[in-house]
C-alpha cells in the first residue's frame, strides 16, 4: 500500500525567498516519488522524478528534491520564488513495474509580489 | 516526447445525454490509460486503469455502467459519461503510461447543465 501526505494545502512566500513545499510517503515497496505542477485549467506537467538514483534530483524551472529516506520525505524546494511559480503542486509515488500513482492532496503555491 | 492530447477541452451538455472525451497519446504508446477526476482544488481522484484490447479495471466506488472506457488502441483511449448530471460535471483528466511514468493529458472541462 502506498500513501502520500503533503503538509500545508496552502503556502505563500515572497517572490525572491525560498520555497519549500513538503511531501512525505508510504510505501511496503521501494518507491519511485514525483512532483507535478498544475496550472489552472490545464493537465499535469512532470517537475522532478525520484527513481532510486541519486537522491538529489534537479527539475525544471529551478525546482529540485531530496529523496530521504529515513524521513520518508521527499521535499520540493526552490531558492528563489517567481511569479510564475504561483500554481498547484501535487507530489506522488508510485513504483517499479507498476504505472499506477497515489497522489496527494496538494498545495497551493502563491507568490506574493 | 510523450505528449498526450484530449478532446474536447471543454463539452457543456444538457443532463441526460452522453459524452465522450478522447485522450491520446501522441508520440508513443500507452499501455496503460488512466482516466481521472478533479473536483474544484481537489486532488486527482483515479477512476479507471485501462489496457489496451481489455476491460478497464475501475476503482472503487466508480460506476462502470456510468463511465463507460475503452481502450482501442495504443494510443487512444475514450471516456463516455452516459446519461450525465449537473454531479458529474467536473474536470477530466488522462494520462498514459509508459514503464514507471505517466504522462498527462491537458484535461477536459464538463459541464452538465
Known sequence: AQSVTQLGSHVSVSEGALVLLRCNYSSSVPPYLFWYVQYPNQGLQLLLKYTSAATLVKGINGFEAEFKKSETSFHLTKPSAHMSDAAEYFCAVGNFGNEKLTFGTGTRLTIIP | ?113
Open chain 2, 1 to 113: 516526447g510523450a505528449v498526450v492530447s484530449q478532446h474536447p477541452s471543454r463539452v457543456i451538455c444538457k443532463s441526460g445525454t452522453s459524452v465522450k472525451i478522447e485522450c491520446r497519446s501522441l508520440d508513443f504508446q500507452a499501455t496503460t490509460m488512466f482516466w481521472y477526476r478533479q473536483f474544484p482544488k481537489q486532488s486527482l481522484m483515479l477512476m479507471a486503469t485501462s489496457n489496451e484490447g481489455s476491460k478497464a479495471t475501475y476503482e472503487q466506488g466508480v460506476e462502470k455502467d456510468k463511465f463507460l472506457i475503452n481502450h482501442a488502441s495504443l494510443t487512444l483511449s475514450t471516456l463516455t459519461v452516459t446519461s450525465a448530471h449537473p454531479e458529474d460535471s467536473s474536470f477530466y483528466i488522462c494520462s498514459g503510461g509508459r514503464g514507471y511514468e505517466q504522462y498527462f493529458g491537458p484535461g477536459t472541462r464538463l459541464t452538465v447543465t
